[in-house]
C-alpha cells in the first residue's frame, strides 16, 4: 500500500509553460514534505520543501501549495525550462521519527523546446 | 566537496553470491539510509541509522543488512542476492537537526543486475 499517491506518471510540457505535480498522503502523522529532482543517472537531490503549518512556499520558478485537510501536496513549475527535465519525487516523513522519507511513484518531465 | 560516496556504480552478480554496496558520507550526518528504486514505485527504504551502532528496518528490509560501525560508513549487504533485488540503489545521510528543516544527500546509485 503506497502511502504517497502521486500524479501523473508522466507529462509534457512546451518551454515557458507550467507544470503541475500532485501528490496525496494517508498518514496525518507526516509533517515534513519534501520534493526531489532527479537528473537521469543522478541521485535525487533536494529541491523545495514544506511544512504542513504552511498553505504555500515559493523558491524562484518552483512552488509547493500544499492542503492539509484534503492531505495534498503538489509542486508548480512555472515557465517550464528544458533544463527541469527530470524526473520528479514528492515525499513526506515524520521528523520525530528517525528523518524516514517515504517517497511518491515519481513523474518525468519532459520540457520542449 | 560535500558528498555522499557509494561503490561500485554497476554490479552483475549471480544469484545467491553474497556482496556488499560501501556508503561513505564526508558530512558528519547522524542519519543514514539506503533505498532502492524501482520503476513506478518511486524509492523505498531499505534501512536507516539514526547514528553509530543504531540501524532499524526500513519498509523493504528482507534480503539486506546493514551495519554502522563508523559515523561515516554504512554498507549494504546482501547475503544471498536473488533476482528481485535487481534495483538501483541509493545511499542518503541527513543531519540530525531536531524539528528543524532538513534535505537527504543522495550519492549517485549503484545499479545491480542479479543473475
Known amino acids: 500500500q503506497q502511502q504517497v499517491k502521486q500524479s501523473p506518471q508522466s507529462l509534457i510540457v512546451q518551454k515557458g509553460g507550467i507544470s503541475i505535480i500532485n501528490c496525496a498522503y494517508e498518514?496525518?502523522?507526516?509533517?515534513?514534505f519534501p520534493w526531489y529532482q532527479q537528473f537521469p543517472g543522478k541521485g535525487p537531490a533536494l529541491l523545495i520543501a514544506?511544512?504542513?503549518?504552511?498553505s504555500e512556499k515559493k523558491e524562484g520558478r518552483f512552488t509547493i501549495s500544499f492542503n492539509k485537510s484534503a492531505k495534498q501536496f503538489s509542486l508548480h513549475i512555472m515557465d517550464s525550462q528544458p533544463g527541469d527535465s527530470a524526473t520528479y519525487f514528492c515525499?513526506?516523513?515524520?521528523?520525530?521519527?528517525?528523518?524516514?522519507?517515504?517517497f511518491g511513484g515519481g513523474t518525468r518531465v519532459l520540457v520542449k523546446p | 566537496e560535500a558528498q555522499v560516496t557509494q561503490n561500485p556504480r554497476y554490479l552483475i552478480t549471480v544469484t545467491g553470491k553474497k556482496l556488499t554496496v560501501t556508503c561513505s558520507q564526508n558530512?558528519?550526518?547522524?542519519?543514514m539510509s539506503w533505498y532502492r528504486q524501482d520503476p513506478g514505485l518511486g524509492l523505498r527504504q531499505i534501512y536507516y541509522?539514526?547514528?553509530?551502532?543504531?540501524?532499524d528496518k526500513g519498509d523493504v528490509p528482507e534480503g539486506y543488512k546493514v551495519s554502522r560501525k563508523e559515523k561515516r560508513n554504512f554498507p549494504l549487504i546482501l547475503e544471498s542476492p536473488s533476482p528481485n533485488q535487481t534495483s538501483l540503489y541509493f545511499c542518503?545521510?541527513?543531519?540530525?537537526?531536531?524539528?528543524?528543516?532538513?534535505?537527504?544527500?543522495f550519492g549517485s546509485g549503484t545499479r545491480l543486475t542479479v543473475v
Open positions: 542518503a545521510s541527513s543531519p540530525n537537526q531536531g524539528l528543524g528543516n532538513y534535505g537527504y544527500t
Open positions: 498518514n496525518t502523522a507526516f509533517d515534513y
Open positions: 514544506i511544512r504542513p503549518d504552511v
Open positions: 515525499a513526506a516523513s515524520i521528523r520525530a521519527a528517525g528523518n524516514k522519507l517515504t
Open positions: 558530512m558528519n550526518h547522524e542519519y
Open positions: 541509522s539514526m547514528n553509530v551502532e543504531v540501524t
